[in-house]
């Protein structure tokens, strides 16, 4: 049985950081491209990173680049999203997702979802 489980969420102020991490269970995370979602209430899901098998790593969206990095643990058969000077706009559940072939922003794509990981970002 494939099982994503996301770790690492929580209440942060702005400006801090966080390590969010995908681990995976039932599949060798190496021949995935794992990508990272949020969404927040009311809003759409949006795609924030994805790592290829290759380890090439995309960030779909503008207001995440140059702040959110993305790093398989091939020992741990985990995926870490490490997020800095997180805003409140941060605000969301995370969850990662499992595809075969490249990264793509479309989450109908991948095949295997975690629950997600509820980070907040206030003071």
């Known amino acids: 049985q494939v099982q994503l489980v996301e770790s690492g969420g929580g209440l942060v102020q702005p400006g801090g950081s966080l390590r969010l991490s995908c681990a995976a269970s039932?599949?060798?995370?190496?021949?995935?491209?794992v990508g990272w979602f949020r969404q927040a209430p009311g809003k759409e899901r949006e795609g924030v990173s994805c790592?290829?098998?290759?380890?090439?790593?995309?960030f779909p969206a503008d207001s995440v680049k140059g702040r959110f990095t993305v790093a398989r643990d091939d020992v741990e058969n985990t995926v870490h999203l490490t997020i800095h000077h997180l805003e409140p706009e941060d605000t969301a559940v995370y969850y990662c997702?499992?595809?075969?072939?490249?990264?793509?922003?479309?989450?109908?794509?991948?095949?295997?979802r975690g629950q997600g990981t509820q980070v907040t970002v206030s003071s």
């Open positions: 997702a499992t595809k075969f072939g490249p990264c793509s922003d479309d989450s109908a794509e991948y095949v295997y």
């Open positions: 039932g599949i060798n995370l190496d021949y995935y491209a």
């Open positions: 790592i290829g098998s290759t380890e090439d790593s995309e």
